[in-house]
């Protein structure tokens, strides 16, 4: 089964940047989920959307 969320740590490994810098960039992204009414979890984000915000597309569940 595919992880559903990814935490700021592999955030941060991912994108090969300080782990504050992955909170914020989380943050940010949780907004933009939260404007669009889905529910969001503090530290961490759906990998879906992580891979469509850096890739430009989403994974197949």
């Known amino acids: 089964m595919t992880q559903r969320y990814m935490s700021a740590k592999e955030v941060a490994a991912q994108l090969q940047i ?3 810098t992955a909170y914020a960039v989380i943050r940010e992204w949780n907004k933009e989920l939260e404007e669009q009414g889905y529910f969001t979890k503090a530290g961490s984000i759906p ?3 992580f891979h469509k915000k850096c890739y430009g597309f989403q994974l197949e569940q």
Do not use: I, Q
């Open 18 to 20: 300080a782990k504050s």
């Open 47 to 49: 990998t879906a959307y």
